[in-house]
């Protein structure tokens, strides 16, 4: 029940919040299930102009703002990592980084336990991995990339 209403405050408080003179943030989920499903309902992917050659790198306070007020956040890749690894670390997990690829796509890996996790593009990918090194290489297999230039950020 306590998930439930904590879920349905982090959607109501897109739509209806108060100006406190600070930053506006969203609530902290209390689960990766919430998380999840925050990911899947209030983002939304949207590639850069010119497929992506004009990099438009979002900050988190932009993102909020755009939460805030349209009640969705738009994005490519590079948010989506950048806003989950945000989030994460608002929750708790220490261990949070964002793994760029050389062909430019971009994934928050994220440690829990004593293992690995993953979200690409909102997709949760669910080890645990054994090493951050694993769950990179699992993101590239079934993407089909190499893993031989990879780029670890956060």
Same mark, same amino acid.
């Given at each position: 029940?306590?998930?439930?209403?904590?879920?349905?405050?982090?959607?109501?408080?897109?739509?209806?919040?108060?100006?406190?003179?600070?930053?506006?943030?969203?609530?902290?989920?209390?689960?990766?299930?919430?998380?999840?499903?925050?990911?899947?309902?209030?983002?939304?992917?949207?590639?850069?102009?010119?497929? @992506?050659?004009?990099?438009?790198?979002?900050? =988190?306070?932009?993102?909020?703002? #755009?939460?805030?007020?349209? !009640? *969705?956040?738009? %994005?490519?890749?590079?948010?989506?990592?950048?806003?989950?690894?945000?989030?994460?670390?608002?929750? @708790?997990?220490?261990?949070?980084?964002?793994? =760029?690829?050389?062909?430019?796509? #971009?994934?928050?890996?994220? !440690? *829990?336990?004593? %293992?690995?996790?993953?979200?690409?593009?909102?997709?949760?990918?669910?080890?645990?991995?054994?090493?951050?090194?694993?769950?990179?290489?699992?993101?590239?297999?079934?993407?089909?990339?190499?893993?031989?230039?990879?780029? *670890?950020?956060?």
């Amino acid at each position: 029940m306590k998930r439930l209403v904590i879920l349905t405050l982090l959607f109501l408080s897109c739509a209806a919040m108060r100006s406190t003179g600070t930053q506006w943030e969203p609530p902290i989920p209390e689960i990766l299930g919430d998380l999840k499903t925050f990911l899947r309902w209030k983002m939304e992917y949207k590639a850069d102009p010119l497929w @992506g050659l004009w990099d438009i790198k979002q900050t =988190v306070n932009q993102m909020n703002a #755009q939460l805030k007020k349209n !009640g *969705i956040i738009t %994005g490519d890749c590079e948010d989506y990592a950048t806003y989950t690894g945000y989030m994460l670390k608002r929750m @708790g997990y220490a261990r949070v980084h964002r793994v =760029v690829f050389a062909r430019g796509h #971009q994934i928050c890996a994220f !440690g *829990i336990d004593e %293992g690995w996790s993953y979200f690409s593009t909102g997709k949760y990918r669910e080890g645990p991995f054994a090493s951050i090194d694993a769950a990179v290489k699992h993101c590239s297999k079934i993407n089909g990339w190499k893993t031989d230039e990879i780029y *670890i950020v956060m």
